[in-house]
């Protein structure tokens, strides 16, 4: 089966969307932020779409805003507007980030032998739902192999365990930089990862743990839920960071079981959580709607 | 028992809350209504603290904002920004209101002989959760007397029948304007309204209907999803207008029943989804988070 | 892409298999029935694994019961055990039926133009979690041939409309004979089919139709969903009867959607809902959990 | 407010309830159980109306079955029916109990400051929908008082830190003893209980943890949640052990939060959650729904 992804996108669209940007921005709060944002494009003719904000505290906290906007020939003026926005941004001590829609985040998806996380992705991909080019697909075992191949995405096997594990990490690292990778997709890909490693991609690398975390942090998390007798099962995304399972939560959802439910049985209803979980939280990171404070992840629906 | 309603508001508190307004914007969508909103409040150093916004279509639509803004002696300057504000509003074509918060809404809650959903709203109203003044109690039987005297609300006895609806909303017309009431609702109330009585508080009137609108308008609608054999139940809380059940849907929410459960069990879970999606609706009306379009609501959370 | 189906099952797991059997079995209510039939299969070493039952009304009303049981040789006693069963049925006035795990039902899908419910049957076949033997894939359309050709499962392109129903239901009436089988699953098969197909297939059809039944019966359900303006939309599986739309619901499920959300966005949502519940309903009925009753289901989970 | 349980059980159906009892079993599996125990109850005229069953394992497992049955003049016939059934306990190794629905379980609930899982506990007591006779109210505040006298129950003021641990519990021991109580219910009570006390009531006392276990577990698990940054919150109704929120689990359930949610917040949508998965914990307790196994339960819904 050679799948190609829907071209359901036409020139008129494309257009469009090459027209279409978005900012995001994180600063302390103070009053005119919005106001100064709003001006600024609109003196540029550009017209806001969806626009997102939030206050940590209104007094001394933190401000945080997502603006879509579409502007004519947004591609001959856009180094010009990033240019004069400088000066804004220092002023209100801003983070910032502008994001084209015609530049494309490239992915790179890491599997081992369980492929319904990887396979509710490229679904995803193929229906046009997800936002990015899949660059590669890597694994420590062949079993993704000939699904890689079937869509046309090369497949790297390399072997991974812990002794070889900082030489592998420097193969992978290699990899991505070839591949121009933006975000690393671990869709149930069982190895530990260096700090390292970690440090390379920052915020970059998104995770699907098998349980409802904070519970069950770590190994064999269906057996020890059976073992515990929950009345629910679930599944987390989040940013890998060096502390295990504890990096910023990007979403969880749970499915009710019970008392009949053994291992097994936990394993099938978690698959089906975990490849609706992993797959909103990569779409919500290519949309640019995650901003990370902390340990914390901040989305705009 | 004589119950208070939770103090727990202090004169700091206070003070934050009189300084406090939400503007509700309505106008053709067209470039720049960001930037000209917030300037203005910039202007007169009013600090945004919410905003949601929602375009219906980018291109010849509507554009829908909510912004809840602070500032020092709003009280002073309310009239004077109004005032200022009305140019604006001619410029951009804009339907808007500004709303205050130390200008708490006032109910009126209509029951009939079930008292659940009656109850769900005393008590969140009695946590200091509902922000309102629950100025009378209207029914059309004697159920709920005992627990509005309890609560020190005004209750009032109107029995109603198709024979003489007239009068009877005469009176609660004649009610409602004693009570200064802005906001009706129905807590379950098993009475027909007139298209007059209606007209007369558009947009002001929120039902609980006991069943997932579309499905089962009407009468008896647990009846009827046991007789169907459908697998969840819900209910419907909407804005009352002329068609029966019609109304712009505010919430909804389901629950799961099976083959084993009769009528008497769907009511008693029923009880439970009416009591919950009623009071979410009554709660974002009271926060001024509900814009009504058509037949629609737009819904800024 | 050459599939295979995951040979997950050992030979004595086959052996085991081979020795459980299910029993259904629909009768009126009266004292001793459990008794009667737990002891017929005591006497003849069957071993209850699982059972449930159900009364409909403990005075006057039915008795509805499934039971899974295990028997050491029980392919060389089943002819025997059925056979001193219809004496036990006779006196009791039971509808029943015995179904043997080592028969494994075999499927017809039938699709148009939409794969993901076909995609998501497959894949949790191909998981070794839908116990059938899919026999057969009929499309209106050409879209789904190279899937089934990657399975390995033969496909026929039987173009439909309504005036040439009745020569193409002809020729897939012939189609489920050849193929024998046992079920037929409407995975978005967007053809109306006759009374006198359906009749052909009495409670062996299952469709999915995209809307929480009763709300939006017939055509383009998501547009009438978005113009009703709804805060939730759902999916529902149910047997066909020659009422449209109003055969037995097996199973119904919804998501949370908002003003935000077109057509287009909904049919999105809709499509992870009509997958789980359309593979709901078929994995229930393979596990032979259903029994209809009426224009209702019992479904013994 | 003088509130009375209503009443809405007539002489006729207080005569069926007379008539009814439920039978639970655990031992081991081994083929005949369902046969002797269903032949029993036939011999006796005793009419299954709900029957579930569960098998750890097929092989070498224990069975676990709970049987709901009607039977004229059983009050006459119970003694001899119980005298019987002990010698197929004896042969077949079973634990069991028989309950009888005119014997109704007694209650204490124990409660702190928040009263919103005892003003939910009430209120479905009050509908009639949960089968015990509320003995007493226990709190170490004075905060319920004036509800449990509007209710006409009595309500007991003990005054609870760690230094007057031992004295207290030996008070409520008294108390418990003298009101004949059967079930303990911890209503949000916040004060910890000594081994000799949980001694005392074991798989008697239901606790509402304010966390999803095993999240959070301990002390304030709101701030925990919101420090974590998890995406949804939940609640765990569990029997109290003496290993901390570690006892068998009853139910569970969460609700959706965003990074917009502060602690008070949680708190607030956590109150929701709580008060229904106690109460839902209770109602299967007193319906015998629960059969305890290890540190896991067998809910038969």
Same mark, same amino acid.
């Given at each position: ?29 103070? &009053?005119?932020?919005?106001?100064? /944002?709003?001006?600024? /494009? ?18 001394? =906290? ?48 890491? #599997? ?17 739902? /997800? ?63 260096? &700090? ?17 975390? &904070?519970?069950?942090? =770590? ?12 009345? /629910? ?36 209803? =978690? ?10 939280? #990569? ?10 404070? =902390? ?7």
């Amino acid at each position: 089966m050679q799948v190609e992804q829907v071209k359901n996108v036409t020139k008129q669209q494309d257009l469009q969307l090459s027209n279409r940007a978005r900012l995001l921005v994180k600063c302390p709060d103070k &009053p005119g932020i919005v106001s100064v /944002l709003s001006t600024f /494009l609109y003196k540029h003719n550009a017209n806001i779409i969806e626009s997102s904000q939030y206050s940590s505290d209104p007094e001394n =906290g933190k401000f945080f805003i997502r603006i879509e906007y579409h502007c004519e020939h947004l591609q001959d003026k856009a180094q010009e507007m990033e240019k004069e926005f400088e000066q804004i941004a220092r002023d209100y001590e801003m983070t910032y980030n502008f994001y084209y829609r015609n530049q494309r985040q490239r992915t790179a998806i890491y #599997v081992s032998k369980e492929l319904h996380c990887l396979l509710e992705l490229l679904w995803e991909w193929q229906n046009g739902d /997800l936002d990015t080019d899949i660059a590669v697909i890597i694994s420590n075992h062949e079993e993704a192999r000939s699904i890689a191949e079937s869509y046309g995405i090369p497949f790297h096997y390399l072997p991974a365990n812990k002794d070889i594990r900082k030489e592998v990490e420097a193969q992978q690292i290699q990899l991505m930089k070839e591949y121009k990778v933006d975000l690393l997709i671990l869709a149930r890909y069982m190895q530990i990862l260096t &700090p390292d490693f970690v440090n390379h991609f920052e915020n970059r690398i998104i995770n699907i743990h098998h349980s409802f975390l &904070p519970a069950f942090i =770590g190994a064999n998390p269906y057996d020890r839920a059976h073992k515990r007798g929950v009345k /629910l099962i679930g599944a987390t995304s989040h940013y890998v960071t060096n502390d295990l399972d504890e990096g910023p939560i990007i979403e969880q959802d749970v499915e009710r079981v019970d008392h009949r439910d053994d291992v097994p049985t936990l394993k099938k209803i =978690g698959r089906q959580i975990e490849r609706r979980v992993l797959t909103k939280a #990569v779409k919500w990171h290519l949309e640019n709607r995650i901003i990370v404070e =902390g340990n914390k992840t901040i989305i705009f629906h």
